[in-house]
């Protein structure tokens, strides 16, 4: 599976919109890009996944570049129980992750 | 949605002892299932794939006789640690995917099963 990269870590005001980034510069053409993120304590919550168009849902917005080389995942207005570690994973048809390490956001009051 | 949920949330066990973790798929069912371990202020760390009516197939470096990994019904896998030591505590995480495309389908994560060994 592809290698993901993100920073360990980012501060985002609250009601403001969080942009966490995401780069799989090896991401092959069958793979997805999924986002999830992970509560102090508590397994990995579902926010989005996609393959090479943009998503949005009721969570969150899923920006892939058009070389699909990064991506990038978009809070829009995030609040303080948005505070967690976020991660991006790269997955083929297999249904197992492998977990980088992730984006710890801190959403600040 | 689809649910997955564990039990125990949480354990302690005496060293030494065996200790087993269920990982249930509530209002679906999962042919394959996934067992994860994260220490603390890490990432997961993927174990092992637990295969409904088959054996079990773990990562590198995982000890299969230590971690015991049944999958007897579609809604249900079960994780042993056997003899467990202290360094065996951890928190232990299931997930198992939903319905559709294995490719571009949601996979879901039990609440996880925090184990410590005394």
């Known amino acids: 599976d592809a290698k993901t990269t993100q920073p360990p870590s980012m501060d985002c005001a609250e009601g403001r919109a969080a942009n966490l980034p995401c780069n799989h510069s090896t991401i092959s053409g069958n793979e997805y890009v999924y986002w999830y993120r992970q509560i102090h304590s508590q397994g990995p919550q579902y926010i989005i996944h996609g393959l090479k168009n943009n998503e949005t849902n009721e969570m969150a917005s899923l920006i892939i570049t058009e070389d699909r080389k990064s991506s990038t995942l978009i809070l829009p207005h995030a609040t303080l129980r948005d505070t967690a570690v976020y991660y991006c994973?790269?997955?083929?048809?297999?249904?197992?992750?492998?977990f980088g390490t992730g984006t710890s956001l801190t959403v600040i009051p | 949605g689809a649910v997955v949920s564990q039990h125990p949330s949480r354990v302690i066990c005496k060293s030494g002892t065996s200790v087993k973790i269920e990982c249930r798929s509530l209002d679906f069912q999962a042919t394959t299932m996934f067992w994860y371990r994260q220490f603390p202020k890490q990432s997961l760390m993927l174990m092992a794939t637990?295969?409904?009516?088959?054996?079990?197939?773990?990562e590198q470096g995982v000890e299969k006789d230590k971690f015991l990994i049944n999958h007897a019904s579609l809604t249900l896998s079960t994780l042993t640690v056997t003899s467990a030591h202290p360094e065996d505590s951890s928190f232990y995480i299931c997930s198992a995917p939903g319905t559709g495309m294995s490719s571009g389908n949601t996979i879901y994560f039990g609440e996880g099963s925090w184990l410590t060994v005394v």
């Open positions: 994973i790269v997955k083929k048809t297999g249904n197992q992750f492998y």
């Open positions: 637990s295969n409904e009516g088959s054996k079990a197939t773990y």
